[in-house]
């Protein structure tokens, strides 16, 4: 097969973060998703359904002219967030509520510190049919980093999943065997995403040979035989599986300093790498109920009716890409080949 149409694809789970950055990271995406989970951990982050709505307009005021882009709100959970605040958010078409454990990445200090006094704001969710996305990570400093997503299902989200079971939960960026298979045996309404990095890159692709601080995101990046199991997981074509690039843009002297900031910036090449992956694992045929099906239907909204063609077309992804006040940003794959390409 050296073509591929689908259904125009959305992304579940981005960072466009805010001002002069947007005028990069919001016509990247809307090259070729039609709509994008927002996350909100901005600096001060979007607690509220008023930030929410604003954030919203300054990124709609960032679209390529003639672009129908739409990017779906999210709200950040903090100790102080009250079932008030959601029932704000829902009527100001807030999606969802992302819970970040303090801590656990970037911009997240404003995070969770307590769950068990969330659980009225989960039920809260459920009643106002909102999801609830997690960032699913334990933030002791005693367990091993690459333990802690592992230490998050055991400790927390199996209780969060049974206590709330009209709640919609997704899983964000998994990285291990464990998720995908806690994923697999969930109750119905459990689901993930999964990035591009994740699918394919294991931690020496990291580490091995140097520090390769263009490719640290948070979860970080684990063993290969944690990464083929999310390969295989997206192989079987579950719906409970769908994409969510987590494309995290940073200055690049921000990423390669004395303390390296996590994230992963995709936008450019998301899909184009998905496809590839796809191409690799002979799944061709699974790529567009994870690109473009599974991700709608788990939200309960439309599926898009227009289509994307990609063609097995070798380019090169750029080593860097200049903001608009000169600031370059190293994009994930920089100055490597990619074998398809968005017509």
Same mark, same amino acid.
């Given at each position: ?13 981005? @960072? ?8 990069? %990271? ?11 989970? /927002? ?38 959970? %903090?100790?102080? %967030? ?52 997690? @960032? ?24 969060? /999943? ?27 309404? /459990? ?33 290969? %035989? ?118």
């Amino acid at each position: 097969m050296n073509e591929i149409t689908i259904i125009k694809p959305d992304d579940w789970h981005l @960072h466009f973060r805010d001002g002069d950055m947007l005028l990069e %990271t919001v016509p990247a995406t809307a090259r070729c998703f039609e709509r994008a989970i /927002v996350m909100p951990n901005l600096v001060p982050p979007v607690t509220t359904a008023d930030l929410a709505v604003s954030y919203r307009e300054r990124i709609l005021a960032a679209r390529p002219e003639g672009s129908a882009f739409m990017p779906l709100m999210t709200l950040y959970l %903090t100790d102080k %967030t009250s079932v008030e605040d959601i029932k704000a958010a829902k009527k100001a078409g807030v999606v969802a509520a992302k819970m970040y454990p303090a801590g656990a990445t970037t911009n997240s200090d404003s995070g969770v510190n307590s769950l068990e006094s969330l659980y009225p704001v989960f039920e809260s969710l459920a009643e106002h049919d909102m999801l609830l996305l997690i @960032h699913g990570e334990v933030t002791q400093k005693h367990i091993d980093i690459f333990d802690r997503e592992k230490a998050f299902i055991d400790q927390h989200m199996v209780k969060i /999943v049974e206590r709330v079971p009209n709640l919609r939960v997704v899983f964000e960026h998994i990285t291990t065997k464990d998720a995908a298979d806690f994923v697999f045996s969930a109750r119905e309404g /459990v689901a993930a995403t999964i990035t591009p990095q994740h699918l394919m890159l294991n931690r020496n692709d990291m580490l091995d040979g140097g520090i390769r601080p263009h490719n640290y995101c948070l979860p970080v990046l684990k063993r290969s %035989t944690h990464q083929e199991a999310l390969r295989a997981a997206v192989k079987t074509g579950s719906n409970r599986f769908f994409l969510g690039t987590d494309s995290a843009p940073h200055v690049q002297h921000r990423k390669e300093s004395g303390c390296g900031c996590a994230g992963c910036y995709s936008a450019w090449s998301a899909l184009e790498l998905y496809t590839q992956v796809f191409d690799e694992l002979d799944a061709l045929d699974k790529l567009e109920g994870f690109a473009s099906l599974h991700g709608p239907d788990f939200y309960s909204l439309p599926r898009n009716t227009q289509t994307v063609t990609l063609a097995r077309e070798a380019w090169q992804v750029p080593e860097s890409i200049v903001l608009p006040d000169g600031e370059p940003i190293v994009p994930f794959f920089a100055g490597k080949q990619i074998n398809w390409k968005l017509k």
